[in-house]
């Protein structure tokens, strides 16, 4: 065993555990504010022990540390601390969070990065029930309030089917193979001429289980109100870290132990692409909750992302790893100017709620339309480089049928962004928010710079993504 491999997540875990003890020794309505900054600290250093990671498989072949697994895990570190930086400006009727969101999230994040570096279908499993059982707990952790107790019941059930599927796929699959581990079941497979039918459908199953993680159609029926009623800092979160997690599970389990299987589980990522990006366009067009429809969004973006894993290629690995980098930023601004909607204390979530601020709060205002304007592909924002590089891998793959379709998404996607422009900045002003929490503008700002400066560290990231596609195939 080489124990420095998983040093970040042993880090990581102690410091959960370290965290939470202060938390419950300290006195009551006091201990949110400590608990949530030296959450973000062990995240913090923890980036740090990520990038010092050596290369590597350990834990008898249960876990592997490599390009791949540093990016997914970077990514999913940073969108735990936007998450927990909102929440430090989170106040619903005068009360903060419990001081136990924080933890939570750590140990969700906890979950997420040992998806990123599994290298067994049991590591998978533990990975991402660690990750799923925060999330559950995050939903209802407003105990007061009914939408939240909703949310939290809705995801736990609907999660729960999904874990069975998958665990039943991974159990079909272990039937075939006798091992649980990547590299023996790819050299199974490969030594095989005729694939069992049993064997294709557990790889179904497997796929469906973690299709729903990323809400993607036709699994997205969670999506909607889960986002509604989870406290925003919880809302944005669950838009991040487990997403990318998910996306790395995928994108190593189809491209390592089942690459070979390509041809046919390619048309049913290729249909689940194509229905996630139209059915998250159409469905947003009626909404009227800016929270419901950033759920929806969240379908059309998670379908485009798609696009990267159908094309089945190191190019599309590497769209796919640079798209979930653009949505990362983009959607932490747009949900930090949401944090920021409040008047007398009150949450507003409605997009009329919107109105005027162009007038009452211009630099507000300016970063939601940068962030919507990223989301509908405008260059030289973030979110058009995204587009292009899974737009392009599909393109080589000759997939033209799913690039029509995703173009056609896209433009009806941007009547509902631009509403959302129009009524911030030309409609009849609205009372003025509230003066937001420090927390909540550094996030928005900070977000919304990089959205626009994307392009500035495009090349980096590109460069990160491709040896982390590579990584992959290797």
């Not at 006091?30 to 900054?37: D, E, G, N």
């Not at 139209?278 to 909404?287: D, H, V």
Request: proline share 5%; net charge neutral; charged share 10%.
């Amino acid at each position: 065993m080489n124990w420095m491999l998983a040093l970040p997540e042993l880090v990581l875990a102690v410091s959960g555990l370290v965290v939470l003890s202060g938390g419950v020794l300290t006195k009551k309505g006091h201990a949110f504010l400590p608990t949530a900054a030296l959450t973000i600290a062990a995240f913090v250093a923890t980036i740090f022990l990520v990038g010092l990671s050596p290369d590597g498989v350990g834990y008898h072949g249960l876990f592997q540390v490599d390009a791949f697994a540093r990016f997914i895990k970077v990514l999913a570190l940073i969108g735990a601390i936007v998450a927990v930086a909102l929440s430090v400006g989170h106040r619903d009727e005068g009360q903060e969070l419990p001081f136990e969101m924080p933890v939570l999230v750590l140990f969700s994040t906890l979950g997420a990065m040992v998806m990123a570096s599994s290298a067994s279908l049991m590591t998978l499993f533990v990975g991402l029930e660690l990750s799923s059982l925060s999330i559950y707990v995050l939903c209802a952790i407003e105990r007061d309030r009914p939408q939240a107790a909703e949310s939290g019941l809705k995801y736990f059930i609907l999660g729960s089917l999904a874990s069975g599927l998958l665990l039943y796929g991974i159990s079909l699959v272990y039937g075939f193979a006798g091992t649980l581990s990547y590299a023996p079941i790819a050299a199974e497979i490969n030594s095989v001429g005729a694939l069992p039918l049993g064997l294709v459908i557990g790889v179904v199953f497997m796929l469906v289980g973690l299709a729903f993680k990323l809400s993607a159609v036709p699994f997205h029926m969670w999506t909607p109100d889960v986002y509604q009623g989870a406290p925003t800092p919880v809302t944005a979160y669950m838009a991040g870290a487990p997403k990318f997690a998910a996306f790395a599970l995928i994108l190593r389990v189809m491209s390592g132990p089942f690459g070979a299987m390509s041809p046919r589980w390619q048309i049913l990522v290729e249909v689940i692409a194509a229905m996630s990006m139209l059915f998250g366009s159409f469905a947003a067009i009626p909404q009227h909750n800016i929270k419901r429809l950033m759920a929806y969004s969240s379908i059309g973006h998670m379908g485009y992302a798609m696009m990267g894993l159908a094309a089945a290629s190191p190019a599309g690995t590497t769209g796919t790893l640079v798209y979930l980098s653009t949505y990362l930023v983009m959607n932490a601004g747009t949900f930090g100017v949401i944090e920021a909607m409040r008047r007398r204390g009150q949450e507003m979530d409605e997009i009329s709620d919107l109105a005027g601020l162009g007038r009452t709060n211009p630099g507000m205002a300016l970063i939601l339309a940068i962030c919507m304007f990223s989301m509908v592909g405008v260059p030289p924002l973030a979110g058009f480089f995204g587009k292009f590089m899974v737009f392009a891998a599909a393109w080589q793959a000759g997939l033209y049928p799913l690039i029509f379709l995703g173009a056609v998404s896209a433009v009806v996607g941007a009547y509902y962004y631009l509403r959302v422009v129009k009524v911030a900045w030309f409609d009849a002003p609205a009372a003025p928010f509230d003066r937001p929490a420090a927390s909540v503008s550094f996030v928005s700002i900070a977000m919304g710079l990089a959205t626009v400066l994307f392009l500035l560290g495009l090349g980096p990231i590109s460069d990160a993504a491709r040896a982390a596609a590579m990584a992959l195939v290797g």
